[in-house]
């Protein structure tokens, strides 16, 4: 199996670079994973594709201000740091750009001093270990100092920090959205309830690595990046239950999925855990919980492609993805959904 028979061709101009004011009113593409059928529809009409005794799976992670631009002690130099995970109490995994001259012991000053990062070890791919000073509390001064970490291939300014969040975001740990949660608003979350449909939340802390492209042709021979996950009582019971009875799990995006099936056992029953996962779902996974999966249009070639044609299968994928293409759909982060059924 090869990266390359995940490609898709892409205007630059399908790529949204802004959330829509109304979250719901993005548009949905059902696509049937049995027979490639696809149908268009607005997102809030997701409610009409949700039965009562169904499950719907939402990770609860919340975005940081991860990015921070600072400079660099005794010469001035612009430095940009990106938060990837803590590691310990002050110290954190970080990206740092342009990362060749930070050597450990090198310092940079954010916010003329109101914080202090320290380069303390280089590890995998130069990634630095940065041990932060400062006085007070460290979350209250990242969002004075930090900024939400778009995707690159986002250049706009995003007017308000919050549309980079999910309106149910509760734990703080993210280095990017979990992007398919975007499109619910509080009022068609309760009227999903109100249709006897149980939700689920589930933590995933998103990690670059999920939008890193793979560099191998071989797909096999790709390495995910550990992501924290945790699932408590609550949660676990009500999946199992909607399973035992007949109802389905549907994930909000490949990060819900990826978190239960990666605690699952084999008989597909969960149990509350926590851990790292570096599962990667490609062509030939057996899903052992997920039933459906509700999700954005992913970049060509990326591992988050490759998990939905795990789903829907690869031509049915890539067919749908080319009808969105035509049919104008907004693509990424901010874009329109689909839904796989």
């Known amino acids: 199996m090869k990266t390359s028979d995940f490609y898709y061709d892409l205007p630059e101009e399908l790529i949204a670079q802004d959330p829509l004011e109304d979250r719901s009113s993005s548009r949905l593409l059902v696509l049937n994973k049995k027979t490639g059928e696809t149908e268009h529809h607005v997102f809030k009409d997701i409610i009409n594709y949700l039965n009562p005794g169904d499950c719907l799976v939402i990770n609860d992670t919340k975005v940081i ?29 970080t990206l740092v750009k342009p990362g060749r001259k930070m050597k450990v012991g090198s310092k940079v000053s954010f916010g003329d001093g109101l914080l202090i990062g320290e380069v303390v070890d280089v590890v995998e791919e130069g990634n630095r270990l940065i041990r932060f000073h400062y006085e007070g509390i460290f979350e209250e001064i990242l969002d004075q100092l930090g900024q939400m970490p778009l995707p690159p291939y986002i250049t706009h300014q995003l007017k308000e920090r919050n549309r980079y969040n999910t309106v149910y975001a509760t734990h703080e740990g993210s280095a990017a ?22 939700i689920a939340r589930v933590t995933l802390h998103v ?20 992501e924290f996950y945790q699932i408590d009582e609550e949660a676990a019971k009500k999946i199992n239950h909607v399973k035992e009875n007949g109802g389905r799990v549907i994930c909000v995006g490949t990060t ?47 591992t988050l492609i490759m998990l939905v044609s795990a789903l829907a299968g690869r031509d049915h994928v ?24």
């Open 65 to 93: 201000p991860a990015r921070l631009i600072g400079e660099r002690v005794g010469t001035g130099a612009k430095i940009e740091v990106l938060l990837l995970k803590r590691r310990e109490n002050d110290i954190w995994e």
């Open 207 to 226: 990690g670059l690595g999920t939008f890193r492209p793979v560099k191998v042709e071989e797909v096999t021979e790709h390495h995910m990046h550990s």
């Open 256 to 302: 819900s999925c990826r978190t239960i099936e990666s605690a699952a056992d084999e008989n597909g029953r969960l149990k509350a855990c926590s851990g790292w996962t570096e599962i990667f779902i490609y062509p030939g996974y057996q899903f052992k919980i997920l039933d459906c999966l509700i999700t954005n249009f992913h970049l060509p070639e990326s």
């Open 318 to 341: 890539l067919a749908a993805y080319e009808e969105a293409v035509r049919e104008k759909y907004r693509f990424f982060s901010f874009g329109d959904a689909m839904f796989i059924e």
């Open 177 to 198: 959205a979990p992007t398919a949660g975007l499109h619910f608003t509080p009022q068609l979350l309760e009227e999903i309830q109100n249709k006897g449909i149980e």
